[in-house]
């Protein structure tokens, strides 16, 4: 019989509640805990000397516990006659002092005021179910009416959510302070069937009701208070601690974790510190036997890499590391890491509950990491778009020892927006620099001043694909570098692919579409963008644009649609779905010369959705090609005027890469600054080509 929910949303179940109550059976009340496991957070808040009425008390030992320590001044009250004769015999001799008596706790005859602590181990639980809770209230009326000024309601609860609602809300209306403590889980055996944590509710009574809730947790009975502004919150925590206790006793007796996650927040400001993945070995593996668990911890600035932000890539990684089970721990941006070992310090005592089921207490635990450090990360803006939400703008140390600067919205904080690569302001204007992973890895730079960035690198793959599109244009086009090429480009970025072609495309005109004006001002701002007569922006909604360009009668050689989708929900994060819609594919192609492409960067995870947008797209274009980006969701889209056939299939691709060889011998040096060259290689982006 299992009493786990199978979600955390069951914990706001009330058919769930009612279905653990009518199962627990005799022995319900010991997940409570006994005296040994409440006995700290009692005393920290009961003194020896407080006249304590116990309500509900039953046939448990705690109060003879207590009393057996000091506390001599507890009045139990119980509705069940057969209990309270039960247990004033039983403690008749032993303890003559302790005092049972029937009493009903909604409705008691003690005076106002009379008692300075009220203890409840479980009756809240049992009686908010009846009645539609109407029990439960009276009951907490009662509590506030006999409890005297400073006086103090303690209640051992499980917190299901009806039940630490209504009473949070009853003692928030009342005035008093509210505090919950989460109990640590102790070393139960890995047989027992039950796992929710054990919570104390602890309500204290002012002379003057607080004009502002106080509402605290704290994690343990000695743990730091963590303080909330609404009650939802404080019941979302509940919530987590609830799920993290679930996941912890499931992990502990199964084998084939895939891919589960949880957030550990720091205990002060309750922000996002890290995330952990549990990736177990896949079935049948062969795994040495001294391999049972590892911690992985992926460097700073690295958590967006296909390795660790796919489930794909997780399980390769799992696969070459060769536990069985691994714990991948992500760090979280705006938290500070000192190092490595302050790492490992502050995560071993919570990844041990992670454990896989049977390794040994005394088992040495490994930390793996990508060259033995956290990596590193500088934030150096921060900002609010009214149109892209909260944004940061963060340096980074890439895996091959250079510095990136990546804008992310922290909206999909998963995702980054825009990149590109960092160079010595000194060395800005110098040679080439190889993609090649260095030997040395350059040094943390912990100054902006000092760095810019390297227009002639393209850090996104799928960047480097488009700009091989141009490849598709005619060989006259690439080989004369007096014909001009008119690209429009909608979605600006950071500004680096409309750069790099501005930088480095001969006799090219790029028109940037961008409706979000903040994503301007990053650009220029930390990207280094700057338009000039041959790279232009228009700030306007993309849509309206194209529609603005085809009642004018413009024409372009290639148009690109680069441009994220905020809209979540969709499979589909790239680009908008309005604009892969029939007439605005139509409008798109009346703008295309002849000779013209239009590059479509497509992101979509969902089979149906991509199925209809290249139907829609073929429906527009006689010939579609796709060049898929490995490790990525992305694929790049290359749309022509050509004709579609078997016959003509064949030369378009040769064309491309005969092109692509082409387009690499033209692509010049930059402008302004003739001896940098473009860091890409055309020919072998283009091998990877399909007709779809």
Known sequence: MSLLPRTAEEFSSAEYWDRFFKKRGEKAFEWYGDYNKLCGVLHKYIRVQDKVLVVGCGNSELSEQLYDVGYKHLTN??????VVNHMNQRNAVRRPGLTFQQVDATQTLFEDGSYQATLDKGTLDAMASEEEGALARKMLTEVCRVLSVGGRYVCVTLAQE???????????????????????????????????????LVCTKFRQPMPTPILEMCLGEDGAPLRYAQVSELLSSVREHQAYSVLRKRLRTETNALDVSLTLCHSKTGLPRYTLTIQDCAPGAKVPRL????????????ETAWLYSSMEGRKQLAASANFRRLVIVAMHRNQEYIDMEAVKSELSPMVMDLAPPGMPANHQVPFLSVGGDLGWREEVNRGVSPLSGEYCVENVKGEDGSLYRRLVFLSNAGLVQSESRLVSSKNASGQKKSKKKSKTPAAPITSSSSLSVDSGF????????????????????????????SVLLVGLGGGGLPQFLRDFVPNVHVEVVELDPVMLDVAKNWFGFQP???????????????????????????????????????????????????PILQKVSSLLTPRGVFILNLACRDTALRKGVLERISGVFPTVLSRKIEEETNEVLFCTHGERGTSDSTPIL?????????????????????????????????????VE
Do not use: Y
């Open 162 to 200: 009806s039940v630490i609602k209504l009473a949070v809300e009853h003692f928030v209306l009342k005035g008093w302070a509210i505090r919950l403590h989460c109990l640590q889980e102790g070393d139960r055996t890995e047989e027992d069937s039950f796992a929710l944590p054990v919570f104390v």
């Open 291 to 302: 391999n049972q668990f590892a911690i992985f911890i992926v460097p700073q600035g690295s």
């Open 77 to 82: 009250i119980d509705i069940s006659e057969t």
């Open 532 to 582: 000039d007569e041959h790279l232009t922006v228009v700030l306007e909604d993309g849509l309206d644009r194209i529609c603005e360009l085809e009642k004018d009668g413009s024409s372009f050689d290639v148009i690109m649609f680069d441009v994220d989708n905020k809209d979540t929900t969709l499979g589909m994060s790239c680009p908008p779905a309005a604009f892969v819609e029939t």
């Open 654 to 690: 040769l064309s491309l890469n005969q092109n692509g060889r082409s387009l690499q011998s033209v692509l010049c040096s930059n402008r302004t600054e003739p001896n940098r060259q473009p860091h890409i290689d055309i020919s072998e982006l283009l091998k990877v080509m399909k």
């Open 458 to 485: 393209l850090c996104c793959a799928h960047h480097e694909v488009m700009v091989a599109g141009l490849a598709m244009l005619s060989t006259g086009t690439l080989q004369s570098k007096d014909v001009p090429v």
